[in-house]
Nanobody, 125 residues
Framework: QVPLVESGGGLVQPGESLTLSCAYSGDIFRFYTMAWYRQAPGEQREYVATITRSGLPNYKDFVKGRFTISRDNSKNSVYLQMNSLKPEDTAVYYC????????WGQGTQVTVETWGQGTQVTVSS
């Protein structure tokens, strides 16, 4: 059984928001500091934010003021609210236990990019 399952990613435009969820299996995780990490293409995995078992958060500078980490131990879940997303936030996001790394989940893909205006296609008989 995979102990950590991430979800909630998607494709958004700059300035938009997403909320990621991490569901963990096993009550033991309630006693751990939990962290969100991300890995952009061709880059090393880096930590984004942590939250202690009592709910005290800590953020990397590049997400301060934009991201909010939270947890609900009654639901065995950790969340990452991401606002004002930027293209450089594009990455696969993972959760784990920073002081006791568990098998990594599959992560959830977050893609932030500007969409074009599109092009009209009309089909008529």
């Amino acid at each position: 059984q995979v102990p950590l399952v991430e979800s909630g990613g998607g494709l958004v435009q700059p300035g938009e928001s997403l909320t990621l969820s991490c569901a963990y299996s096993g009550d033991i995780f309630r006693f751990y500091t939990m962290a969100w990490y991300r890995q952009a293409p061709g880059e090393q995995r880096e930590y984004v934010a942590t939250i202690t078992r009592s709910g005290l958060p800590n953020y990397k500078d590049f997400v301060k003021g934009r991201f909010t980490i939270s947890r609900d131990n009654s639901k065995n879940s950790v969340y990452l609210q991401m606002n004002s997303l930027k293209p450089e936030d594009t990455a696969v996001y993972y959760c784990n236990v920073p002081n006791n790394i568990q098998p990594w989940g599959q992560g959830t893909q977050v893609t932030v990019e500007t969409w074009g205006q599109g092009t009209q296609v009309t089909v008529s008989s």
